[in-house]
């Protein structure tokens, strides 16, 4: 089998989404994402040339993420893979390609919105990873907290 590469997805939520319950028990996020095509102009521009309309799914956290943040419309951009699917439906086999979510996100560039940064209460002795902010804290490179002086700002590595 071949090995999942992960690719972006940039688009918006073009139909309803949907959550459901799989047979597992695993939330499952479903929903067509519209991906906006365009041609290069010989003169450099970009002329939209249409639309491309592709399902969209995700498991787990990132579905129930998913579909509490996201309504028809909104911009998004996602991180996954394409797999291959088939299925029976009203007696007929129905195959075809989908975009599995293992990421997704309001796009900044399109999308206003404000961003929730209180304090997060601690998750349980589960073994889980700490709050986000304790841990954007541990991940910090002292030379990225540092006060910077007028020369820090100019300075330049040598590779």
């Known amino acids: ?39 290069d102009e010989p003169e450099g521009s970009r002329t939209r040339v249409g639309t491309e309309y592709r399902p969209m799914v995700a498991y787990g956290q990132v579905a ?35 975009f599995v979510a293992l990421g997704i996100g309001h796009d900044a560039l399109r999308t206003n919105y404000e961003v929730d940064r209180s304090p997060r209460p601690p998750r349980d002795a589960s073994g889980e990873a700490p709050t986000a902010a304790a841990k954007r804290n541990r991940e910090t490179p002292p030379e990225f907290t540092a006060a910077r002086t007028p020369t820090s700002a100019t300075r330049t590595l040598a590779l």
């Open 64 to 98: 129930e993420a998913a579909a509490a943040k996201f309504a028809r419309g909104d911009n998004f951009v996602a991180i996954g893979y394409t797999r291959p699917y088939s299925h029976k439906k009203d007696g007929k086999d129905v195959s075809g390609e989908e």
């Open 1 to 39: 089998m071949a090995e999942n590469r992960a690719e972006p997805l940039w688009g918006y939520i073009a139909s309803e989404p949907d959550i459901k319950t799989t047979r597992n028990g695993k939330a499952r996020f479903f929903a067509f994402a519209g991906e906006p095509q365009y041609r």
